[in-house]
């Protein structure tokens, strides 16, 4: 079965509460690492500005399968096929769904601005949008512009 790989937006759904909010991503991306693993899909999911970016990759029956019930998830809305095409090798073969967002610890000011342009990128060119989701997560994130020593 040819290897494909996608790319989608949508609007979170989560709890009003932060708690609870937290919770629901807990239980999807629990839920999701245990459903891939057992499909053979890999991916990663980022949560910024109360927007879902996911790249979900493997089998194409596996991912259509898994696609079309994330479509159906109450917890998000507005969902939109970015990117959905074949792809020779994997981008995110170290995870079988990892997950990234903002939070507002000082020591995440690089990735949070990286997160932050990635949220433009992905209306522009999905494909550069998932090199720096996979640049992200291996912790290239860039070095300041300006660094103080
Ligand atoms: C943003 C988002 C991303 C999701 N990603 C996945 C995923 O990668 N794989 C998966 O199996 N389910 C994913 N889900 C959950 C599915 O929509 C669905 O709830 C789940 O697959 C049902 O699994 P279960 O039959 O084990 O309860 C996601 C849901 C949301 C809201």
């Known amino acids: 079965m040819p290897l494909h ?3 989608y937006t949508s609007e979170a759904r989560l709890s009003d509460n932060a708690s609870g909010a937290d919770l629901m991503v807990e239980s999807i991306v ?18 910024v500005r109360g927007t879902f970016i996911q790249a979900l990759e493997g089998p194409l029956d596996a ?11 109450f917890r998000h809305a507005r969902l939109t096929l970015v990117d959905m095409s074949p792809a020779s090798e994997r981008m995110f073969e170290r995870w079988s769904m990892t997950y990234l967002a903002q939070n507002d ?6 990735v949070n ?12 060119n999905a494909a550069e949008a998932m090199r720096q989701m ?11 512009a ?4």
Not at 30 to 47: D, F, I, M, P, V
Not at 105 to 110: F, I, K, S
Not at 113 to 124: A, H, I, K, N, Q
Not at 146 to 149: A, D, F, I, Q
Request: aromatic letters at 6%; proline letters at 3%; glycine letters at 8%.
């Open 5 to 7: 790989r996608l790319l």
């Open 30 to 47: 629990a839920h999701s690492q245990a459903n891939n693993e057992k499909r053979g899909l890999t991916g990663a999911l980022l949560y």
């Open 63 to 73: 991912l259509e399968n898994t696609f079309e019930r994330i479509c159906h998830d």
């Open 105 to 110: 610890e000082p020591a995440r000011l690089l």
């Open 113 to 124: 601005r990286d997160l932050e342009e990635l949220y433009f990128t992905v209306s522009t």
């Open 134 to 144: 996979r640049g992200l997560l291996l912790g290239e994130g860039k070095k300041p």
């Open 146 to 149: 300006l660094e103080v020593v």
